[in-house]
């Protein structure tokens, strides 16, 4: 394998799409919202009207899925499914939950891996998801594991989602956020786990540019 993967996981909430952009912007690199993915297949279950935890439809539906990603610049990713550009979709709650759900599907998760491994072979990427260190790219250059107290990841992910004009309350965040969380920590296949040369960086009490810094310091001295 040729291009450079800094891989960066961890629960939602913990800062890593935020740092994970502004790393790939500093070092020039592609984005590669794993999670985006994940939602995006989720948003084609829920508008077909399949079951999620049918995996036999859900496989079936896979095989006629056309998943594209495109980049404008390097830190924006747009995702089309079957043509029809659904990236502004996929933050709603509903499909976050989704998402987790399907996402505990082997056929989902097999169906996902080369989708990723193909945008890698694009150029340079900071990859970000649940387990971009541990099983998409297992040989990534440097790995990163982002963690915050759940207090701490309900109260960004109330605030982003308030930001964005959605209804919704500080409890019912925190609550989906444990739900989903503790069903990425749990699944048999590929669980949200640290990667064993991972660095584990506790976002809680950092602000981004220090979570960066950090980063950009681990990442010199690696490369
Ligand atoms: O990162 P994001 O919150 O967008 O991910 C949505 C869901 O997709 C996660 O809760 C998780 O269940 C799933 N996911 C995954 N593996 C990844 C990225 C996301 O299982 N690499």
Not at 71 to 82: K, Y
Request: no cysteine; net charge neutral; aromatic share 4%.
């Amino acid at each position: 394998r040729s291009s450079l993967v800094i891989a960066i996981d961890g629960p939602a909430g913990a800062g890593k799409s935020t740092v994970a952009k502004l790393l790939a912007s500093r070092l020039g690199y592609l984005y590669l919202d794993t999670g985006a993915l994940y939602r995006a297949l989720a948003w084609k279950t829920k508008r077909a009207s399949v079951a999620s935890d049918d995996e036999a439809a859900v496989e079936r539906l896979l095989a006629t899925t056309l998943l594209e990603v495109r980049h404008q610049d390097g830190e924006r990713m747009r995702v089309s499914v079957d043509g029809q550009d659904i990236t502004d979709d996929l933050r709603a709650p509903d499909t976050s939950a989704l998402a987790s759900v399907i996402s505990s599907l082997p056929a989902v998760r097999e169906w996902l891996l080369p989708v990723q491994r193909k945008i890698a072979e694009r150029g340079a990427v900071v990859a970000e998801g649940r387990d971009v260190g541990t099983r998409v790219f297992p040989a990534a250059d440097v790995k990163f594991f982002l963690e915050a107290t759940p207090e701490v990841r309900a109260q960004r992910r109330f605030r982003e989602l308030a930001a964005s004009g959605g209804p919704v309350s500080l409890e019912d965040t925190a609550r989906d956020l444990v739900a989903r969380d503790t069903r990425d920590r749990t699944r048999a296949l590929a669980p949200l786990v640290p990667a064993p040369d991972a660095l584990t960086i506790d976002t809680s009490n950092l602000d981004i540019e220090q979570v960066l810094q950090r980063m950009l310091a681990a990442v010199s001295a690696k490369l």
